[in-house]
């Protein structure tokens, strides 16, 4: 822990860490010490974290990147952060992203960019660590911390760990709970762990996750030990890889690198199925019709009344200019281009055209995995990302949906509910970490894990 205090407070560059608690991390490793010594030490014991600013953390400051949420410390404790607090791990502070996580390079927080530790070979311009979870990734792969939180609601775990070569896994909808994670798109979003190695993954996602009565769509399904299940044996396992994934214009080193990840996996045995997802391409519009209507919901609650900020008020302005003047001002531009998107497709004349279409291609992009799935298909492997991590600054005023296509891989997972892992497999030209995705059925991380552990 003191190490780690010690790397965060030299790395200020990186901006990784928006809120240190060193009060609070050195308490905890008191503790951890005392818990080994008793002989009574959890899997986290003593295991210094970082910890996603979305996640509501007890009296410490927890701002979803966001100006709106300024000087909110919550009441309580959000469940994942609970559960890793009681597993032993130790909190070093609050990690950047992305404002309410919407965003694929950090650069739309409140606290500016994280950067990225990686820089191309002879180069020394700054690169975007990926986002939302940026700050996360960043922090990992400077060994700033031993793991972080995440959390994905389109790509926000793996795209990040993609462009630090780091590992991030996006467990089944359902798996952890969502109590006390600021909401973005409560049907997408889930919590997960960002790590050096997949065995760190199984260790911190099975301190993470399992059924919690305060959420009602987390899962009431036992936990497995998913440590246990990493053999990495996949002889006989069937491994699809879908067609449709293969994109006009992917560079040829992520077409590369998916080639060398499927050759790998068929010398260690595996058998390698050609598979169609058809509505694929129906995905990246879907997603971004159906987060923001559900983010413009959510973020209905930040009025200035209740939470962090209020906007200065003129004499005479009544209710209707604190709002207006409090969420001009608390939040940033993506998060006000959501929320109006969001409202106009959940508009009363425009819902079925939009909202309602994209629900069902929803249901078809689900049904295109199950089929799959009942072919006997037991895991998907396809790049995390459509390239390495990009300069920060280079796709920031450029057309949005320019940044959105860096989900093309990712939000198809989170929209069928599926889990998924992004790992470090390779290098681009320029030196950078390049990480594959490997999808599992539902439920199924410890399989899922212990495959991506086959291509560590
Ligand atoms: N980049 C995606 C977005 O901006 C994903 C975000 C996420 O997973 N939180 O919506």
Not at 92 to 104: I, P, R, T, V
Not at 438 to 454: F, K, N, T, V
Request: with cysteine.
């Amino acid at each position: 822990t003191e190490a780690c205090l010690k790397a965060i407070d030299g790395a200020g560059a990186l901006n990784a860490f928006v809120h240190r608690t060193p009060e609070i991390a050195m308490e905890q490793a008191a503790a951890a010490d005392a818990r080994i010594k008793q002989g009574d030490a959890p899997a986290m014991c003593g295991l210094p974290i970082g910890i996603k600013d979305l996640f509501c953390t007890k009296g410490v400051p927890s701002q979803a990147g966001s100006r709106i949420l300024e000087g909110f410390l919550p009441e309580y404790e959000s469940t994942v952060s609970q559960k890793l607090k009681d597993s032993g791990a130790v909190m070093l502070g609050k990690l950047n992203m992305d404002e309410f996580a919407m965003g694929s390079s950090n650069e739309t927080s409140v606290y500016g960019n994280a950067v990225n530790p990686w820089r191309r070979a002879g180069d020394t311009a700054e690169l975007t660590p990926g986002g939302s979870s940026g700050g996360s990734a960043a922090a990992v792969a400077a060994d700033l911390c031993l793991a972080a939180t995440g959390t994905d609601t389109g790509g926000s775990i793996r795209q990040p760990a993609a462009f630090t070569g780091t590992v991030g896994i996006k467990p089944t909808y359902g798996r952890c709970s969502r109590w006390g994670i600021v909401a973005f798109a409560s049907s997408l979003d889930q919590a997960g762990p960002m790590t050096k190695t997949v065995r760190d993954a199984a260790i911190m996602l099975e301190a993470m996750c399992g059924h919690d009565a305060k959420d009602s769509t987390s899962a009431d399904l036992a936990v497995p030990d998913f440590e246990a299940a990493l053999t990495g044996d996949i002889r006989g396992k069937k491994i699809g890889i879908p067609r449709e994934y293969r994109m006009d214009g992917m560079p040829e080193e992520i077409e590369k690198l998916w080639q060398d990840g499927i050759a790998m996996m068929k010398d260690a045995g595996a058998e390698i199925v050609d598979i169609s997802l058809p509505h694929t391409k129906y995905a990246l519009p879907a997603y971004y019709v159906i987060a923001p209507a559900e983010a413009s919901s959510n973020l209905a609650r930040y009025d200035g009344v209740r939470f962090g900020h209020r906007a200065k008020l003129d004499h005479g302005d009544g209710i209707t200019e604190m709002y207006e003047k409090t969420r001009a001002e608390g939040f940033g531009h993506e998060v006000q281009r959501r929320v109006m998107v969001g409202t106009y497709v959940l508009s009363a004349g425009f819902y079925d055209a939009y909202y309602n279409r994209a629900r069902k291609v929803r249901t078809l992009i689900k049904k295109d995995f199950e089929d799959v799935f009942a072919q006997g298909i037991d895991s998907i492997l396809t790049p995390a990302t459509p390239s390495a991590a990009f300069g920060l600054g280079e796709m920031k005023d450029a057309d949005p949906v320019a940044m959105y296509l860096n989900d093309v891989f990712t939000v198809t997972v989170n929209l069928a509910g599926l889990p998924g892992v992004a790992l470090p497999t390779g290098q681009s030209a320029t030196g950078l970490p390049l990480g594959l995705q490997l999808i599992g059925r539902p439920w199924e991380e410890a399989e899922l894990l212990s495959s991506a552990y086959a291509l560590e």
